[in-house]
């Protein structure tokens, strides 16, 4: 299915679902995500170990949920976050209302999801319809461009399409291919001998789930062979995670005339027939051209038959959980317990709400803001906002490691800067999308299917700037280079992000170091090579790049330092981005604080100074827990450094955080002040 949401060059604070198991509910009740000295655990000296100190209290108390890969601050509000949007959509399936309308989209997709009996009826029948189509296929320029067409409902087999603003026309939309039609989280998993495990359950995973579509068990694990080999070619020309944040390296515009001729054995011309797109097209944006050259000898070198197993394998993997049970639950085992080490699957209210929110996520959002996004929110946010902006622009007015000529492009760009908060001005209207009470995979594909079209329909027309890339009830925030936005959907405006009962270090600690990350990604490694009008262009000096990328490497650096479990460090250079936005998140929302404590007493609260309680808030909503598989692929393909270490990695490189904790030369959590990072 090709993805509700395309945020090209979008950085986002994070990405982490959660659900409500029975393990994470304390005594009846959902935990309490919100900063408290009680989470705290005072006996670890705060110089020794930071993260322990302001954290130690929770992380001696909790276990990670049954049916999670990770747990935090995140997953707490998550939790929270999810009990709200049950009781919107169990309402709204109890009474739908007008047909058509909000309530019956959003109550009929949920009570569809609920239909075991129905779902477990049917089978295999709502894919009856695909498989006939790829057995069907005579020549492999037919079976290719029958498997494009299914981008448009579901799964994306051999290549992806993208459908977002053009980065160096950032006004129109453009029409990009990238690599894709690959099983495993990544490159690596296909050849590095640390996921020889992995590799070994995928072939046994694929070949469970032939069975379970009819196949003998020897044909099965055969087929399975088959697959793993197309799959692991595939690979060999794919970038790997920290190739793919080179947004010019992934950027390269040719003409459909080229891009054809480019890639001889690869049915270019009957895949964009079969995507719909306008033939007013003329140009394409292909993201890895080695991958495609790649892909085309693939499918030169491989048998029909081969790349009709795989293109059903590619189905089956895309909709096993909207089919069986027996084939839902196959997929979880592997992608859920063998990848990242969950035992158990959320429950199927949760599965179902997310399918909402995924499918009709502004209907849903439509009925979250009415019930629970209070306007006196955005009012705190905007003041919040505008004090943090003030503080960034002073300092790039001031860095002295600026010339003169990339700083005024650098205010232009951020004079030009907007957030948006809480939800959209305009709702996406789904009066397109049909939704049926007693057909839950008909009601995703038909989803999937309008917004497929709605999006390839607009290429080459102007950008819509108010158009939300996540939904309002999302509990993460992001910042997109195109179009020069940060946005905080209504779901993040809790605790312990936001806070109304809480002083303003706090708050300031919590969601303004988060504003500060966010304004910061415009101007990271990636961010940067945007300009004002958000194209993708070089407009720093090469002394201002050579400065900015030395300053970067001792972030690098002291990130490659980290063990996040024995013998696995974190990606300095993959995680760079995140952790450039921590650090001058952490930073300038500390100065934006001094700035609102003035005039004002400042009382120690709990025993603790507003500067004590910044930095305690930060680190206690990076809280993490991971279970070691889970870990391992954060490390692989993930662009955050885990929580655990982004609770106090940035701060170590701020004399005001050791000046708050009287933390010196010697103690264990001092970085000496050549090794130390500054860039905004």
């Given at each position: 299915m090709i993805p509700k949401r395309h945020l090209f060059?979008?950085?986002?604070?994070?990405?982490?679902?959660?659900?409500?198991?029975?393990?994470?509910?304390?005594?009846?009740?959902?935990?309490?995500?919100?900063?408290?000295?009680?989470?705290?655990?005072?006996?670890?000296?705060?110089?020794t170990d930071f993260?322990?100190?302001?954290?130690?209290?929770?992380?001696?108390?909790?276990?990670?949920?049954?049916?999670?890969?990770?747990?935090?601050?995140?997953?707490?509000?998550?939790?929270?976050?999810?009990a709200n949007l049950r009781a919107l959509v169990e309402a709204a399936a109890a009474n739908p209302g007008v047909p058509g309308g909000v309530s019956q989209k959003v109550g009929d997709l949920y009570a569809s999801a609920l239909d075991t009996a129905t779902i477990n009826r049917r089978g295999l029948d709502p894919i009856a319809a695909d498989l006939a189509g790829i057995a069907a296929a005579k020549d492999k320029e037919a079976l290719v461009a029958?498997?494009?067409?299914?981008?448009?409902?579901?799964?994306?087999?051999?290549?992806?399409?993208?459908?977002?603003?053009?980065?160096?026309?950032?006004?129109?939309?453009?029409?990009?291919l990238m690599q894709g039609g690959m099983s495993l989280p990544s490159k690596e998993y296909y050849f590095s001998d640390?996921?020889?495990?992995?590799?070994?359950?995928?072939?046994?995973?694929?070949?469970?789930?032939?069975?379970?579509?009819?196949?003998?068990?020897?044909?099965?694990?055969?087929?399975?062979?088959?697959?793993?080999?197309?799959?692991?070619?595939?690979?060999?020309?794919a970038k790997l995670p920290v190739e793919l944040r080179d947004?010019?390296?992934?950027?390269?515009?040719?003409?459909?005339?080229?891009?054809?001729?480019?890639?001889?054995?690869?049915?270019?011309?009957?895949?964009?027939?079969?995507?719909?797109?306008?033939?007013?097209?003329?140009?394409?944006?292909?993201?890895?051209?080695?991958f495609f050259e790649g892909l085309s000898r693939v499918l030169q070198e491989t048998s029909l038959d081969d790349l009709q197993t795989y293109t059903r394998w590619q189905l089956l993997r895309a909709t096993a959980p909207y089919l069986t049970e027996a084939l839902e639950q196959e997929n979880f085992r592997f992608y859920g317990t063998v990848l990242s080490g969950t035992p158990q699957q959320e429950p199927r209210w949760q599965?179902?709400?997310?399918?909402?929110?995924?499918?009709?996520?502004?209907?849903?959002?439509?009925?979250?803001?009415?019930?629970?996004?209070?306007?006196?929110?955005?009012?705190?946010?905007?003041?919040?906002?505008?004090?943090?902006?003030i503080v960034f622009r002073g300092r790039l007015e001031k860095l002295a490691w600026m010339s003169e000529a990339t700083r005024q492009k650098a205010l232009a760009k951020f004079d030009r800067f907007e957030p948006m908060i809480g939800y959209p001005e305009k709702w996406l209207d789904y009066t397109a999308v049909e939704i049926r009470r007693d057909d839950y995979f008909g009601n995703v594909v038909r989803a999937s299917l309008a917004d497929s079209r709605r999006r390839i329909a607009r290429i080459g027309q102007k950008v819509d700037r108010r158009e939300w890339g996540m939904t309002p009830p999302t509990v993460n925030a992001y910042y997109s280079s195109v179009t020069n936005q940060i946005v905080f959907p209504a779901g993040i405006l809790q605790p312990p992000f936001f806070d109304f009962t809480m002083d303003d270090a706090v708050n300031y600690g919590a969601i303004g170091a988060v504003i500060g990350h966010e304004i910061t990604h415009g101007f990271d490694d990636q961010g940067r090579r945007s300009d004002a009008d958000g194209n993708l262009t070089d407009w720093w000096t090469q002394e201002d790049a050579a400065k900015f990328s030395e300053r970067s490497q001792k972030l690098v650096?002291?990130?490659?330092?980290?063990?996040a479990l024995p013998?696995?460090?974190?990606?300095?250079?993959?995680?760079?981005?995140?952790?450039?936005?921590?650090?001058?998140?952490?930073?300038?929302?500390?100065?934006?604080?001094?700035?609102?404590?003035?005039?004002?007493?400042?009382?120690?609260?709990?025993?603790?100074?507003?500067?004590?309680?910044?930095?305690?808030?930060?680190?206690?909503?990076?809280?993490?827990?991971?279970?070691?598989?889970?870990?391992?692929?954060?490390?692989?393909?993930?662009?955050?450094?885990?929580?655990?270490?982004?609770?106090?990695?940035?701060?170590?490189?701020?004399?005001?955080?050791?000046?708050?904790?009287?933390?010196?030369e010697g103690d264990p959590m001092w970085r000496k002040p050549e090794d130390r990072t500054k860039i905004w």
């Amino acid at each position: 299915m090709i993805p509700k949401r395309h945020l090209f060059s979008a950085a986002c604070l994070l990405i982490l679902a959660a659900g409500l198991p029975l393990c994470a509910i304390e005594n009846g009740k959902l935990p309490d995500p919100g900063f408290s000295i009680d989470k705290m655990n005072q006996s670890v000296d705060s110089r020794t170990d930071f993260a322990k100190y302001a954290a130690g209290g929770w992380y001696a108390r909790t276990q990670i949920p049954a049916d999670k890969s990770r747990w935090g601050g995140f997953g707490e509000l998550s939790e929270r976050n999810w009990a709200n949007l049950r009781a919107l959509v169990e309402a709204a399936a109890a009474n739908p209302g007008v047909p058509g309308g909000v309530s019956q989209k959003v109550g009929d997709l949920y009570a569809s999801a609920l239909d075991t009996a129905t779902i477990n009826r049917r089978g295999l029948d709502p894919i009856a319809a695909d498989l006939a189509g790829i057995a069907a296929a005579k020549d492999k320029e037919a079976l290719v461009a029958f498997a494009a067409q299914m981008q448009l409902r579901l799964g994306s087999p051999f290549f992806r399409a993208a459908f977002f603003p053009d980065q160096k026309q950032s006004d129109r939309y453009g029409f990009y291919l990238m690599q894709g039609g690959m099983s495993l989280p990544s490159k690596e998993y296909y050849f590095s001998d640390k996921f020889a495990r992995e590799r070994w359950e995928f072939t046994g995973h694929v070949a469970r789930m032939f069975e379970l579509a009819g196949e003998t068990r020897p044909v099965a694990y055969r087929h399975a062979e088959a697959v793993f080999a197309l799959e692991k070619a595939l690979a060999t020309n794919a970038k790997l995670p920290v190739e793919l944040r080179d947004r010019i390296a992934n950027y390269n515009k040719m003409t459909m005339a080229a891009a054809i001729a480019a890639y001889p054995d690869f049915p270019l011309q009957r895949c964009i027939a079969e995507l719909g797109v306008p033939a007013a097209v003329t140009e394409v944006i292909v993201g890895q051209p080695k991958f495609f050259e790649g892909l085309s000898r693939v499918l030169q070198e491989t048998s029909l038959d081969d790349l009709q197993t795989y293109t059903r394998w590619q189905l089956l993997r895309a909709t096993a959980p909207y089919l069986t049970e027996a084939l839902e639950q196959e997929n979880f085992r592997f992608y859920g317990t063998v990848l990242s080490g969950t035992p158990q699957q959320e429950p199927r209210w949760q599965r179902a709400t997310k399918v909402v929110d995924e499918a009709v996520g502004e209907a849903l959002g439509q009925l979250y803001v009415a019930k629970h996004y209070p306007p006196e929110a955005k009012a705190r946010m905007d003041e919040m906002i505008r004090n943090i902006q003030i503080v960034f622009r002073g300092r790039l007015e001031k860095l002295a490691w600026m010339s003169e000529a990339t700083r005024q492009k650098a205010l232009a760009k951020f004079d030009r800067f907007e957030p948006m908060i809480g939800y959209p001005e305009k709702w996406l209207d789904y009066t397109a999308v049909e939704i049926r009470r007693d057909d839950y995979f008909g009601n995703v594909v038909r989803a999937s299917l309008a917004d497929s079209r709605r999006r390839i329909a607009r290429i080459g027309q102007k950008v819509d700037r108010r158009e939300w890339g996540m939904t309002p009830p999302t509990v993460n925030a992001y910042y997109s280079s195109v179009t020069n936005q940060i946005v905080f959907p209504a779901g993040i405006l809790q605790p312990p992000f936001f806070d109304f009962t809480m002083d303003d270090a706090v708050n300031y600690g919590a969601i303004g170091a988060v504003i500060g990350h966010e304004i910061t990604h415009g101007f990271d490694d990636q961010g940067r090579r945007s300009d004002a009008d958000g194209n993708l262009t070089d407009w720093w000096t090469q002394e201002d790049a050579a400065k900015f990328s030395e300053r970067s490497q001792k972030l690098v650096q002291q990130f490659n330092s980290y063990q996040a479990l024995p013998g696995l460090a974190i990606n300095g250079q993959l995680s760079l981005g995140e952790n450039i936005g921590d650090l001058g998140g952490t930073s300038i929302a500390f100065e934006a604080l001094q700035r609102s404590l003035q005039g004002r007493e400042r009382k120690p609260i709990d025993g603790f100074t507003p500067e004590q309680r910044f930095y305690i808030s930060w680190a206690q909503q990076w809280r993490t827990l991971f279970r070691d598989d889970a870990m391992r692929m954060q490390i692989t393909r993930g662009p955050h450094a885990p929580g655990n270490f982004r609770a106090f990695g940035p701060l170590v490189n701020q004399q005001e955080f050791f000046d708050a904790f009287g933390i010196k030369e010697g103690d264990p959590m001092w970085r000496k002040p050549e090794d130390r990072t500054k860039i905004w």
